[in-house]
Each structure stands twice: as structure tokens, then as C-alpha cells.
């Protein structure tokens, strides 16, 4: 589980295919301070985990799904990226809840200065524009963000300065593709909702159609 606050900007060293799979060797400095084997590190958003570290770089495997679902098989050496350590518990959650587990790749199609702030329109799959609310939470690349608008196809976020600074995002540009995640609670909300249905409409078959369930339902 991470937050979203992004700790520091890595850079790849090397991406190594396999026939189905990749290794990332990616150098960073501040996630190594208490690095362990097996940790969990977001890379874009992403959460992998820690195969092999020492003083300044670490690696992680990348599986066949995760390079077709995320922009990770995009990546070439010197290519930075988004870090950030997994939540530890009694930490203070200044983002929001991201899971690491990406649900769409978006689009930047625009990129516009207001006064000191960056606005940046992304057009996102429909498996993450069910999630976006205005004024609601979402992880591009890692980073969370409050929706400042959307439409049918396409949402608006804004990056304050220190933001672009210390992001990738603040480097992007119009074409690029983001790691998209959307909001936790809203998933879950839209699950328990989904359940919900589904057992009323159970409810109401083993009941057949009566008298009862026609008033309930505002036929009679």
C-alpha cells in the first residue's frame, strides 16, 4: 500500500527482456536508506518488488501482464521514473490510498500554464474514467492528484510547483503515456453497490412476481 506522495525521481540503468518478463535495474538514493530484499517499491505506480539491491541501485522482476498493462515496457535507460516506499503503519497519509495495481494507461493531450500552476489534460480507458470524480483522488504514475474536471473521455489535474519539480510528471508532455490507478474507496464502494444488486434481484426472484413487490416497486 503506498500514498502517493512521491519520495524521489529514480532513473532506469538498464531494462532487460525475457521471453515473457523484464528486469528493471533502476539507481535511486533515498528508498535505499533502509532497503531489504522483498520490499515493495512503486515504480510509476507500479508496485514491484525488490529482487537484488546494493549502494545506489536496486532491480525487480516485471511480469508479462505488467509490462502490457502499464508504460514500465516503455522504458529505456536514462528514462526517470517515480519511487516511492510502501506505507509503513502510524505514518501520516498526506495523499491517498494507492494500491500499485494500475488500472488503465492514459494519454497527456494537453499541457497548459495557469499563474504558477500546470494543468494537465489526460485522456483515459473507460475502466478509469468510472472512478473519477471532480474533486476526487487519482495516481498518475504514482503521484496522487486531485481532479480538478472531467468529461466523457478525458479528466484535468493540476501540479503545483514543487509537484512539477519533483515528479516525472513535471516532464511529461503532450503523446506521453501515464500509469493511471483510481481511486480505492470508490472501487470498493462500486463493489459492495454491485452486491447489493445482486442480491436484490435474487431476493426478488425467489419471491416471484406479487402483489407486494409490485407496490414496493411503484406498479401498483
Known sequence: MFTGLVEE??????????ADSARLKISAQRIMEDMEIGDSIAVNGVCLTVTTFDRGAFTADVMAETLAKTNLGELQPGDRVNLERALRLGDRLGGHLVSGHIDGVGTIVK??????????????????????IKKGSVAIDGTSLTVVDFDEGTFQVSLIPHTAHATVLGEKKPGDRVNLEGDLIGKYVERWMGARDRKEVKKARSRGVTVELLAENGFI
Open 111 to 132: 499541457r497548459e500554464k495557469h499563474d504558477i500552476a500546470t494543468l494537465i489534460t489526460i485522456a483515459a480507458p473507460d475502466e478509469v474514467m468510472r472512478y473519477i
Open 9 to 18: 525521481k529514480g532513473q532506469i540503468i538498464s531494462l532487460r527482456r525475457g
